[in-house]
């Protein structure tokens, strides 16, 4: 089946422009996860939804930085007046209770470039 | 705090050979630790995973061992191809549940 999928792909944009990237999970997939991956870093956790419960915001490293998810389903992740260090992958992935809560899927990533 | 340590960050084995990473978590509460296989430009990718109510499990070439007492697991790569140079991620949950906390990576290495 269709797995996580992001757009867009690659993002270059100018210092101080805002951004949008979005995320479509696996179908049926109650959990969604935001990271960040730094040039030959680890995962880095942004922000979690489950279901219609209050989203765990702890890992956003700033204010310019916020989440949305409408119907359960799509995630928006974004990033106002971008700045040089938000330069990175960011990640999506998704899980279903069903499959056990920490099965974790990524999509393959929206590279955002900061000039 | 929480923290997961991955050992080695490179690794350079001949094709055939066996390849071994470690990590270390520092949450005793910790139940799940998975494994990621990330290609270039890729996302992360699920190879194997392993929950604290067993020691060991295998599927095919990859084989993953917990010891709970020593809070260290390892991934076990046997019979290496070439395909299998990749970066490996182990992580593990957050105390919240809310999240998977990653190791910074092992870049393995497979040459023919």
């Known amino acids: 089946g269709a797995g996580v999928s992001q757009s867009p792909s690659n993002k270059v944009t100018e210092k101080g422009k805002d951004v949008e990237l979005r995320c479509d999970p696996i179908?049926?997939?109650?959990?969604l996860y935001w990271y960040r991956q730094s040039l030959g870093q680890g995962l880095e956790f942004l922000i979690y939804f489950q279901g219609n419960s209050a989203p765990d915001k702890s890992g956003l490293p700033s204010d310019r930085f916020s989440a949305e998810r409408t119907g359960g389903s799509v995630s928006t992740l974004t990033i106002q007046r971008t700045q040089q260090e938000d330069s990175a992958v960011y990640l999506c992935?998704?899980?279903?209770?069903?499959?056990?809560?920490?099965?974790?899927?990524f999509g393959p990533g929206t590279r955002l470039t900061v000039t | 705090g929480e923290n997961v340590e991955q050992h080695p960050s490179t690794l350079s084995v001949q094709e055939g050979d066996s390849a071994v990473i470690k990590c270390t978590y520092s949450?005793?509460?910790?139940?799940?630790f998975p494994w990621y296989k990330q290609e270039l430009g890729k996302g992360p990718q699920l190879i194997i995973d392993?929950?604290?109510?067993?020691g060991e499990k295998k599927d095919q070439r990859i084989a993953v061992t917990l010891n709970k007492t020593a809070k260290h697991f390892s991934l076990h790569i046997t019979e290496t191809q070439p395909e299998d140079s990749a970066v490996y991620f182990c992580?593990?949950?957050?105390?919240?549940?809310?999240?998977?906390?990653f190791g910074k990576g092992t870049t393995l290495s497979v040459s023919s």
């Open positions: 949450d005793s509460a910790s139940n799940y």
């Open positions: 992935a998704s899980s279903s209770l069903a499959g056990g809560f920490y099965e974790q899927y």
């Open positions: 179908s049926g997939h109650t959990a």
């Open positions: 992580a593990a949950p957050n105390q919240a549940g809310t999240a998977l906390i």
């Open positions: 392993i929950r604290s109510n067993v």
